[in-house]
C-alpha cells in the first residue's frame, strides 16, 4: 500500500457484535464512524442552511451531487474557482454521489448502453451522455474527497433476468471507473489527487445477485463499498435482510455506506448489522414541513396543540434552535411562510441526526451498543 493510501486509510477500532467503531483518515480531515452525511445536493442544504453552519450542527462529511452540479452550474466552473471546497466554504470531507441514481430517477427519454447512459437533462432536456469516464472526470473537476463509482439503479421490484445483467454491467463499469480515477489522479493539474473511490453493490432484491455482485466489486480493492439500490420502495425488513446477505462478503477493513437511508431506526438497525456511512434527504426535507425528529419521537409542528407551547422542540436536545425558540413561535413562523422556520427546523434535525451518530459511537466505544440500541429503536420511531 502506498502512503497516499495509508493517508487515507480506515481503521475499525472497536467492534460490539456486527456494530463497528471506526475512523478514516482523508486528505480533508478524519471522518469518524458510524457517521451520517448531511446531503447538500446542489452544494447547498435546502432550508437556508449554509455549509458553515454545519459545524454548528457537528457535520462530518457534506454529500453534494454530480449530476446536479454538472448540470448547473457545471463542473468545469467549479474546478476553475478551485473546486468544490472553496466554492461552497466547506473545509472538511465531502462525498461526491455519481448521479447515477438521477439519471435513473430524474432524466428524461434515458437510453443504457454498454458505454454508458444517453439522457435529456430534466432541466432544459438537452442531451446529455454520462458513463463511467465521464462521472469520474465530473467528480474530479469538483475535487470531492470520496468519488462514487456511476452504477445503474433499477427499480424494485425487478424483473430476474434484468437485474442480473444490470448487476453485472455496474461490475463492468466499476472496473472502468477505477481505471480512470487512477488515470487522474496521476495529473499534476487534478485538484485533488488523493480522490477515494466507493464501489456500489447492487443486485435489487435477490439474495443471489447481491452475495455475488459483493464478491466481485470487493476483489478491486476500493476505498469504501457501497450498498445501493435500496429505500426506493422495499419494505424495511427487505433491507435489513439484504445487508445480512452482503454483509459477511464486503472486507471487513473497509467502510460501508448504505445509500440513501434513513430514519434513526433504520440507521440504528444498519448499526447493528455492521453499517459505517449513511445520507438521506430525510432529516432536512421532513424539517421544511415541520417534522421534527426528537429524543422523544416524532413530532408534527403543524398540530393545533402546539398553537401556544412555550417548550422546546426538543427538551432533551441542546442545540441553538432549541436552546433559544419555543413551539409555538416555530410553527407561528411556518403558519406565517416565513423562511426563517424552515431554516431553524432544518438546523435541529440535522443537529439531532449527528448527535445520534455521536452517541452511538459513544455507546460503541463503551462497550453498551446493545443496551443503546434497545433503549432507543421503538421511541425514535413515535409520534409524539
Same mark, same amino acid.
Given at each position: 500500500?502506498?502512503?497516499?493510501?495509508?493517508?487515507?486509510?480506515?481503521?475499525?477500532?472497536?467492534?460490539?457484535?456486527?456494530?463497528?467503531?471506526?475512523?478514516?483518515?482523508?486528505?480533508?480531515?478524519?471522518?469518524?464512524?458510524?457517521?451520517?452525511?448531511? $446531503?447538500?445536493?446542489?452544494?447547498?442544504?435546502?432550508?437556508?442552511?449554509?455549509?458553515?453552519?454545519?459545524?454548528?450542527?457537528?457535520?462530518?462529511? %457534506?454529500?453534494?451531487? *454530480?449530476?446536479?452540479?454538472?448540470?448547473?452550474?457545471?463542473?468545469?466552473?467549479?474546478?476553475?474557482?478551485?473546486?468544490?471546497?472553496?466554492?461552497?466554504?466547506?473545509?472538511?470531507?465531502?462525498? *461526491?454521489?455519481?448521479?447515477?441514481?438521477?439519471?435513473?430517477?430524474?432524466?428524461?427519454?434515458?437510453?443504457?448502453?454498454?458505454?454508458?447512459?444517453?439522457?435529456?437533462?430534466?432541466?432544459?432536456?438537452?442531451?446529455?451522455?454520462?458513463?463511467?469516464?465521464?462521472?469520474?472526470?465530473?467528480?474530479?473537476?469538483?475535487?470531492?474527497?470520496?468519488?462514487?463509482?456511476?452504477?445503474?439503479?433499477?427499480?424494485?421490484?425487478?424483473?430476474?433476468?434484468?437485474?442480473?445483467?444490470?448487476?453485472?454491467?455496474?461490475?463492468?463499469?466499476?472496473?472502468?471507473?477505477?481505471?480512470?480515477?487512477?488515470?487522474?489522479?496521476?495529473?499534476?493539474?487534478?485538484?485533488?489527487?488523493?480522490?477515494?473511490?466507493?464501489?456500489?453493490?447492487?443486485?435489487? *432484491?435477490?439474495?443471489?445477485?447481491?452475495?455475488?455482485?459483493?464478491?466481485?466489486?470487493?476483489?478491486?480493492?476500493?476505498?469504501?463499498?457501497?450498498?445501493?439500490?435500496?429505500?426506493?420502495?422495499?419494505?424495511?425488513? %427487505?433491507?435489513?435482510?439484504?445487508?445480512?446477505?452482503?454483509?459477511?462478503?464486503?472486507?471487513?477493513?473497509?467502510?460501508?455506506?448504505?445509500?440513501?437511508?434513513?430514519?434513526?431506526?433504520?440507521?440504528? %438497525?444498519?448499526?447493528?448489522?455492521?453499517?459505517?456511512?449513511?445520507?438521506?434527504?430525510?432529516?432536512?426535507?421532513?424539517?421544511?414541513?415541520?417534522?421534527?425528529?426528537?429524543?422523544?419521537?416524532?413530532?408534527?409542528?403543524?398540530?393545533?396543540?402546539?398553537?401556544?407551547?412555550?417548550?422546546?422542540?426538543?427538551?432533551?436536545?441542546?442545540?441553538?434552535?432549541?436552546?433559544?425558540?419555543?413551539?409555538?413561535?416555530?410553527?407561528?413562523?411556518?403558519?406565517?411562510?416565513?423562511?426563517?422556520?424552515?431554516?431553524?427546523? $432544518?438546523?435541529?434535525?440535522?443537529?439531532?441526526?449527528? *448527535?445520534?451518530?455521536?452517541?452511538?459511537?459513544?455507546?460503541?466505544?463503551?462497550?453498551?451498543?446493545?443496551?443503546?440500541?434497545?433503549?432507543?429503536?421503538?421511541?425514535?420511531?413515535?409520534?409524539?
Amino acid at each position: 500500500m502506498s502512503e497516499e493510501n495509508k493517508a487515507n486509510g480506515f481503521s475499525v477500532l472497536k467492534t460490539e457484535g456486527k456494530a463497528r467503531l471506526g475512523k478514516m483518515k482523508t486528505v480533508h480531515g478524519e471522518i469518524n464512524t458510524p457517521v451520517f452525511m448531511n $446531503v447538500g445536493t446542489s452544494a447547498a442544504i435546502k432550508g437556508g442552511v449554509s455549509l458553515p453552519d454545519l459545524k454548528d450542527c457537528k457535520c462530518q462529511v %457534506e454529500l453534494s451531487n *454530480t449530476y446536479h452540479l454538472h448540470i448547473r452550474p457545471g463542473d468545469k466552473l467549479i474546478k476553475r474557482l478551485g473546486g468544490l471546497h472553496k466554492f461552497a466554504c466547506w473545509d472538511g470531507p465531502i462525498l *461526491t454521489d455519481s448521479g447515477g441514481f438521477q439519471v435513473f430517477s430524474l432524466a428524461k427519454l434515458r437510453r443504457i448502453k454498454e458505454e454508458g447512459v444517453y439522457f435529456q437533462s430534466h432541466m432544459d432536456g438537452a442531451r446529455i451522455f454520462m458513463g463511467p469516464e465521464e462521472s469520474m472526470q465530473i467528480q474530479s473537476n469538483l475535487g470531492s474527497t470520496i468519488a462514487m463509482a456511476f452504477d445503474e439503479c433499477i427499480e424494485n421490484p425487478c424483473e430476474y433476468g434484468y437485474a442480473k445483467r444490470s448487476s453485472e454491467r455496474t461490475v463492468r463499469w466499476l472496473v472502468r471507473c477505477k481505471r480512470e480515477l487512477q488515470r487522474l489522479n496521476s495529473l499534476p493539474e487534478t485538484l485533488n489527487r488523493s480522490q477515494l473511490l466507493f464501489g456500489i453493490n447492487q443486485g435489487s *432484491t435477490y439474495d443471489d445477485l447481491r452475495i455475488e455482485n459483493m464478491k466481485r466489486i470487493a476483489e478491486l480493492d476500493l476505498d469504501g463499498y457501497a450498498i445501493g439500490g435500496l429505500a426506493v420502495g422495499e419494505s424495511a425488513d %427487505e433491507m435489513y435482510h439484504i445487508i445480512e446477505q452482503v454483509e459477511p462478503y464486503a472486507p471487513e477493513d473497509k467502510p460501508r455506506y448504505l445509500m440513501g437511508v434513513g430514519t434513526p431506526q433504520n440507521i440504528l %438497525e444498519a448499526v447493528k448489522r455492521g453499517v459505517d456511512f449513511f445520507d438521506c434527504v430525510m432529516p432536512s426535507r421532513n424539517a421544511r414541513h415541520g417534522n421534527l425528529f426528537t429524543w422523544s419521537g416524532k413530532l408534527n409542528l403543524s398540530n393545533e396543540k402546539f398553537l401556544d407551547d412555550r417548550r422546546p422542540l426538543d427538551e432533551n436536545c441542546d442545540c441553538p434552535v432549541c436552546r433559544t425558540y419555543t413551539r409555538a413561535y416555530i410553527r407561528h413562523l411556518f403558519k406565517a411562510r416565513e423562511m426563517l422556520g424552515m431554516r431553524l427546523c $432544518v438546523i435541529h434535525n440535522l443537529y439531532f441526526y449527528n *448527535t445520534l451518530m455521536e452517541k452511538i459511537r459513544e455507546a460503541l466505544t463503551e462497550n453498551r451498543f446493545g443496551e443503546f440500541y434497545r433503549r432507543w429503536v421503538e421511541v425514535l420511531g413515535r409520534r409524539v
